[in-house]
């Protein structure tokens, strides 16, 4: 896997700390999940960009460290981000597996105050979910699998059933029901992406295009 494209200077415009050190907020690329928080040295920035896989810094240990070296939950990198005073990075990674040693998808788990709301993390996780199925295959167990099993026609007989129940729960202006339905129309459609090959990224990036 090659590098990623660095823009000019970029190293030298990066601000490490007085300790060499600057933090890196990790963040899922596809459902934008914060998933960790990390630390890197000049080398470790360097080596990230050139093997696009996260190494970081360890306070603890005093040394470099791969992300899933050990544990195989590697994370591919698809862009680093300076923040406006250059003394913070946003990377954005396809992660493989979990994140935090704890087994937790994200790091970032412990209620504190208030109530957690990533929303559009829903999506991602629906259409992980239903690549799993879809791989294990087993449409006795399995209501996604049984529904791929029969076709693409079926799948699609679905989206547009359930495209017309999300119609008439809007003109009845039934707010609970168009919630319901509006959920069950979304899982038929990325029921739909998985049978015909679709990955979710590709929908966002279209949607970012259009902007």
Known sequence: MSGLDV?????????????????AIVQDATSGQVLT???MNRESLERTIAERRTWFWSRSRGELWNKGATSGNTQTVR????????????VLVDQTGVACHTGAQSCFHEPLAGEPA???????????????????????????????????????????????????????NEHGQLVYES?????HLAVVWQ???????????????RR
């Open 37 to 39: 928080l990390a630390w």
């Open 7 to 23: 823009s000019e200077n970029a190293i030298e415009r990066v601000r490490f700390g007085s300790d060499g050190l600057i933090p």
């Open 79 to 90: 862009s680093i981000t300076l923040d406006c005073d250059q003394d913070a990075l946003v």
């Open 183 to 187: 959920a069950d129309l979304l899982y």
């Open 118 to 172: 990533e929303p559009f993390t829903a999506i991602a996780e629906l259409t992980r979910t239903i690549a799993e199925r879809a791989a294990a295959n087993d449409p006795e167990t399995s209501y996604t699998a049984s529904l791929l099993a029969k076709g693409i026609d079926t799948v699609c007989k679905k989206v547009g059933e359930e495209a017309t129940e999300v119609v008439l729960a809007a003109k009845g």
């Open 195 to 209: 049978a015909s090959g679709v990955d979710f990224t590709e929908v966002a990036a279209e949607l970012k295009s």
